[in-house]
């Protein structure tokens, strides 16, 4: 790949990156599971789930909100108009929800059971709005083309907080001091983009913000805050069916066999880099160009992802040991569950409906998938137990994924036939599956001469990934390459 320029190349550096600040990030993760008590870690979970909650509420789809309206007008004053209106209107949204959580804070101590929970509480105040201001600063990042700079200081950051939080778990051991590593990290970061925006000539202007714009903006945001307030409520609810039915304890073997892991890393990072693409693409109407950008992206996040994530499941409990200590190995089966989430996850991403204003289809699938992620979670847990959960999200998420799907292609004048070879999907899955076969009976003459889970690792997951990668590479190279020439 001698051509690291252009959309592909912008992202593949940001997926390298992102995988070296992920292994930092599973280092720190390992670090805090190895020397905290599992009470201190599920509390510590508990704050980072109202913190993602509250976000995701607070952040009011102003993010998309930046990359529509600063997109479509960054050639003139308007565009620097819109930015500084949104950011204004987050401010204020982001003090609304510190009045609520004051007013809700008793139900909060019921609910959860957890008198540690409640000197706590400050950081539910300050780290949403840190964390939206990030997110929306990163969109204008992207916009004026400064993808590679996000990942080096993603990087810097995946460092700093591998040491700091090394010294706070190892020495000092309080939930609180790890906390305020973040806080710090946070603000660290926000003035670091307010900065380089501003040499680049985006501001931040009490004298810009025009009150009249907020009709249309809020016209736009609402659905896309309904889909990401729901979508992310739908991602933490069995969290909170799981806090609300157990114990801090239980809350932190879940929160760790349902972690998120980097197996979408390529998809991430192709995300990033061509959200403004698309809307731009999409703004001109050239829906042909569209669905073969569209096309492309979806094999290769479907590939990257499948690729990486389906070789841990032969070797599932050794993985949960190794990423997270032993005390955790009694949730490999919701790992497991969670693994194929991972993988099925590209369907149900939001790129093409945002990008051409189609908001309120995002607002209206998520709205109904929280619906049913709410009853099924809590019928599956009475069935189930604490597996319970896992399996409706899940069932949820393939539901979910189908229809936006379906409604993408159709926002682009197509069907789901035409922009996904499925056909092509399911040989290549065929082939996947009968590689992790093989590596699943390597994994259990290994584990005949071996015990440390690393060498375990390394020997059955380095020998599936080798041969997934010599299998697919062409088809790998062909995506890549499509998505290049642009």
Same mark, same amino acid.
């Given at each position: ?16 990156? /992102?995988?070296?600040?992920? =292994? ?61 209106? *949104? ?22 101590? *019921?609910? !959860? ?9 400050? !950081? ?69 983009? $307010? ?19 907020? /009709?249309?903006?809020?016209?736009? $945001? ?19 069916? =799981? ?77 949960? $040991? ?80 189908? =229809? ?15 922009? !996904? ?9 065929? =082939? ?27 020997? $059955? ?26």
């Amino acid at each position: 790949m001698k051509n690291c320029k252009g959309v592909a190349g912008d992202s593949i550096s940001l997926a390298f990156v /992102k995988i070296i600040t992920t =292994v930092l990030g599973l280092a720190t993760t390992r670090i805090l599971c190895s020397f905290l008590s599992k009470s201190d870690y599920g509390t510590y979970s508990q704050v980072l789930l109202l913190v993602s909650s509250v976000s995701s509420i607070t952040i009011l789809g102003m993010s998309d909100g930046i990359n529509y309206y600063y997109n479509n007008n960054k050639r003139d004053k308007k565009g620097q108009e819109y930015v500084s209106t *949104i950011f204004f209107m987050q401010l204020i949204v982001s003090i609304l929800g510190i009045i609520v959580i004051t007013i809700i804070r008793p139900q909060l101590m *019921i609910y !959860f059971k957890n008198d540690n929970l409640k000197s706590l509480l400050v !950081f539910v105040y300050i780290l949403p709005l840190m964390q939206n201001l990030i997110s929306m600063l990163q969109v204008l990042f992207i916009s004026i083309g400064e993808a590679k700079k996000i990942a080096y200081r993603n990087f810097i950051i995946s460092v700093s907080n591998l040491i700091l939080f090394t010294i706070g778990s190892y020495y000092i051991r309080k939930v609180y001091i790890l906390l305020l590593f973040t806080t710090a990290l946070n603000g660290i970061q926000i003035i670091y983009f $307010c900065i380089v925006l501003f040499r680049s000539g985006i501001t931040f202007k009490m004298r810009d913000i025009k009150l009249g714009y907020t /009709k249309s903006i809020l016209k736009y $945001c609402i659905p896309m805050a309904m889909f990401i307030m729901t979508n992310s409520l739908s991602r933490d609810l069995d969290k909170y069916v =799981v806090s609300a039915f157990t114990n801090a304890e239980t809350l932190a073997m879940y929160s760790n066999a349902s972690r998120i892991l980097p197996f979408d890393i390529i998809m991430i990072s192709f995300v990033t880099v061509l959200t403004p693409v698309l809307t731009r693409i999409l703004g001109e109407k050239q829906y042909i160009k569209a669905q073969k950008v569209y096309s492309s992206f979806l094999m290769i996040s479907y590939l990257s992802t499948v690729i990486l994530a389906a070789g841990i499941i032969p070797v599932a409990s050794n993985a949960m $040991c190794f990423l997270y200590s032993e005390k955790y190995v009694e949730g490999t089966s919701i790992f497991v569950i969670y693994i194929i989430i991972d993988i099925i996850r590209f369907m149900g991403l939001s790129l093409v409906l945002s990008a051409t204003g189609n908001s309120a289809i995002l607002m209206k699938i998520s709205l109904v998938s929280l619906g049913a992620n709410a009853i099924l979670n809590v019928i599956l847990f009475k069935i189930f137990g604490v597996i319970g959960p896992a399996i409706a999200t899940l069932v949820v998420m393939l539901g979910a994924g189908m =229809v936006t799907l379906k409604c993408s292609s159709k926002a682009m004048n197509s069907t789901i036939l035409r922009v !996904f070879n499925i056909k092509e999907l399911l040989k290549k899955t065929m =082939v996947i599956v009968m590689i992790c076969m093989v590596e699943y009976i390597l994994s259990r003459l290994v584990i005949k001469f071996f015990t440390n889970n690393f060498i375990i690792l390394a020997i $059955c997951y380095g020998s599936y990934l080798m041969a997934a990668l010599l299998i697919f590479k062409k088809s790998i190279i062909y995506y890549y390459k499509e998505l290049n020439n642009i």
